[in-house]
C-alpha cells in the first residue's frame, strides 16, 4: 500500500469516528429534549393557570361588581366552569407526561 492508500483509509476512518460521535451527542440531546417536554409543557400551563386566576381576581375587583344575587351566582358558576377546565387540561398533562415517561424507560 501506498502512503496515498493509508491517507485515504486513516482520512476515512477519523471521518467516520466523528460523525459517529456527532450523531451519538444529538441522539443523546434529541432525548433529553423529549424527556424534558412534558415537563416542562405542565410547567407553563400551571403557570398559564395561575395568570388566568390573577387576572380574573384583578378583574373582579377593578369593574367592583354591584350586582344581585342571581349574577354573582352566573359569574361563580362561570369562573367555576373555567376552573374545571383548567383542571382537565392539567389532568391531560399528567396523563401525557406519565405516558411519555413510560414510553423512555
Known amino acids: 500500500m501506498t502512503n496515498s492508500d493509508y491517507l485515504l483509509k486513516a482520512a ?12 451519538v451527542d444529538k ?3 434529541a432525548t433529553n429534549i423529549a424527556q424534558d417536554t412534558p415537563e416542562i409543557l405542565k410547567k407553563e400551563f400551571d403557570n398559564l393557570k395561575e ?8 378583574m373582579e375587583k377593578a369593574e367592583n361588581i354591584q350586582e ?6 352566573y359569574q361563580d358558576s362561570k369562573i367555576k ?4 377546565e383548567i ?6 398533562i399528567d396523563l401525557f ?6 414510553q423512555m424507560k
Open 87 to 92: 383542571e382537565d387540561i392539567n389532568k391531560q
Open 51 to 58: 395568570s388566568i386566576i390573577e387576572e380574573a381576581s384583578r
Open 81 to 84: 366552569k373555567a376552573l374545571n
Open 12 to 23: 476515512i476512518k477519523k471521518v467516520t469516528e466523528k460523525l459517529n460521535e456527532i450523531l
Open 97 to 102: 407526561y406519565k405516558s411519555t415517561n413510560n
Open 27 to 29: 441522539i443523546e440531546e
Open 68 to 73: 344581585n344575587e342571581s349574577s354573582n351566582t
